[in-house]
């Protein structure tokens, strides 16, 4: 494993080794001391193109935590607003000896031609609508603590699914841990290439949840929207958002997910996102323990 | 190999005879013997073991500390806290190999503060690891002392660092690995001699049996 580009790249093997890994830094999230000196003398440089507060500082966190030095380049002031290419802006992180460069860009793919271009480790922090690996495995990560297992785990993504890096992450790397997957969406919300996709696909959120241990409610997009994909904001809701009521048809100790940033009221009602099986919040505390092993595994050894 | 080997070589049965081309150094009984000693040790170097905490280096000095714990306890009738500290993350030769799995670090309810904290690991070789297991300690809390206990001595620092409680010296040659095997890790005790795996002896063939000698 050099650089993490996709989670379809990941093998069982390798997305297990990351989740343990993860699993043994979580600890360290509840000592005295959060520090660790492995990664120490190696630069980790933030490259967000796009706005970014949760993913953009749990990287951070999580290379501090491992002693890295961490330089955080965001496209709005800096020479990107002057007009410098990717490819530039890449040739510069590389003359100044960046070890990790993680990226996140509007633009699918641009993760992929940047690890053409630097000698460090690439790694993906969301390109456009393509993939978000680090999300799914923090997502897979939450599962297994919260359920003890992912083999034969009942998954339904429910929402946006279209625009939703997160969402085609999550099918790849679920599937390759042993998970079902099934996405619920309008058809309008749904890839044209979906019938390629290792899962199930259904339009009736009421027949999926029953038969769900897990439900990842994704929001809705509207700045990647230029056109309308449903009626009304209150239609999605009453047929693709989760609800107390609809919450009680799933099993008794299933959970509902969300990558945030949540529109409560949309997607989710106010009353679930605060019951105590909504784990947004440990999926936060999650993600910084999963990119320390991320990164640990990709710039800890030669 | 050891599949074979399940007899922990106590009472008068025979022991398990080496794998080709290693040697016994210590069979079972000698294991257990050198572990009671050590046991008797640390409780009079402590007098009589007041605020021991025992933290074994992962993987095989783990199963060492939980021994010597319950030899303590028999001998003295006192529970000391026993737990884990995995050192992966302070090796100083991290960059050389691939990134490698880790192992658990479990700290005993209490903590470790003005505890004499005794490390305990299997073979004490260059040093480097204890070294790594002082600077992970520095981070976890202060310790009022600690002192080391390891199974085998082998000679070869490449630090200023000793052992407090030695199961057995052994002098060896650079081209010489020792192996230990541990019922819990290896279904069998055994402390065994052979040809050294590839750190001393760069180009050799990684041998899987020789991974749990520690260095």
């Known amino acids: 494993m050099r650089h993490l580009l996709s989670s379809g790249d990941l093998t069982r093997d390798e997305a297990t080794l990351i989740l343990d890994t993860a699993a043994e830094l979580a600890r360290v999230s509840d000592r005295s001391v959060k520090k660790l000196p492995t990664l120490r003398g190696r630069t980790v440089v ?12 749990s990287f951070e966190l999580a290379a501090k ?22 490819k530039d802006t890449a040739l510069t992180l590389q003359a100044m000896g960046a070890d990790g460069v993680v990226i996140r860009h509007s633009a699918s793919g641009a993760p992929h031609r940047l690890s053409h271009w630097v000698d460090g480790s690439v790694l993906n922090a969301g390109d456009g609508t393509h993939e978000h690996p680090t999300q799914a495995l923090l997502d897979a990560f939450t599962m297994r603590s919260r359920m003890g297992r992912l083999e034969g ?27 079902h997957v099934t996405l619920v969406a309008p058809p309008t919300l749904l890839p044209v290439s979906v019938h390629t996709w290792p899962c199930e696909v259904s339009y009736h959120l009421d027949d999926v949840l029953p038969k769900s241990d897990v439900a990842m409610m994704l929001r809705v997009q509207n ?11 209150r239609e999605y809701s009453r047929n693709y958002g989760l609800d107390a009521e609809r919450l009680a048809c799933m099993p008794p100790d299933a959970v509902v997910m969300h990558p945030g940033p949540m529109v409560r009221g949309v997607e989710v009602s106010a009353e ?31 | ?31 257990d013997r050198a572990l009671t000693r050590i046991a ?17 280096i992962p993987s095989r000095g783990v199963p060492l500390a939980r021994r010597l714990a319950e030899r303590i306890e028999r001998v003295e009738d006192l529970r000391v806290p026993v737990g884990s500290l995995d050192i992966t993350m302070y090796r100083d030769d991290l960059r050389l190999a691939p990134a490698r799995a880790l192992g658990r670090t479990e700290i005993p309810d209490g903590g470790l503060d003005d505890h004499v904290v005794v490390l305990v690991d299997d ?50 040659s650079l081209r010489e690995g020792v192996t230990v095997c541990l019922a819990e890790n290896d279904g069998r005790d055994a402390v065994l001699l052979g040809p050294a795996r590839d750190r001393a002896r760069p180009g050799a063939e990684r041998r899987p049996e020789t991974e749990g000698a520690g260095s």
């Open chain 1, 272 to 302: 679930v996102a605060d019951s105590p099986r909504c784990t947004v919040t440990e999926q936060v505390a999650n993600g910084v323990s999963v990119r320390m092993a991320v990164l640990y595994l990709l710039l800890g050894g030669s």
């Open chain 1, 65 to 86: 935590r491992l002693s890295a030095d961490v330089i955080n380049f965001s496209a709005k002031g800096s020479s990107v607003s002057k007009g410098e290419s990717l």
């Open chain 1, 153 to 179: 785990l009942r998954v339904a993504v429910v929402g946006d699914i279209t625009h939703s890096r997160v969402a085609r992450s999550n099918v790849l790397l679920l599937t390759t841990l042993g998970a």
């Open chain 2, 123 to 172: 073979v004490l070789f260059s040093g480097r690891t204890v070294r790594a297991a002082l600077d992970a300690l520095g981070d976890l809390g202060r310790p009022r002392a600690v002192q080391l206990a390891v199974l085998v001595d082998r000679g070869h620092r490449e630090l200023p660092i000793r052992a407090d409680y030695v199961g057995k010296n052994l002098p060896t």
């Open chain 2, 1 to 31: 190999m050891r599949a074979h080997d399940n007899a922990k070589g106590g009472g008068g049965a025979p022991p398990p005879p080496a794998p080709e081309g290693y040697r016994t150094v210590l069979d079972g009984p000698e294991i």
């Open chain 2, 40 to 56: 008797h040790e640390v409780l009079e170097r402590t007098k009589g073991g007041r605020d021991v905490a025992l933290l074994g």
């Open chain 1, 46 to 57: 933030n490259l967000f193109y796009e706005d970014s507060t949760r993913t953009r500082t």
């Open chain 1, 223 to 233: 700045e990647r929207m230029h056109e309308s994909y449903f009626p009304s904001v």
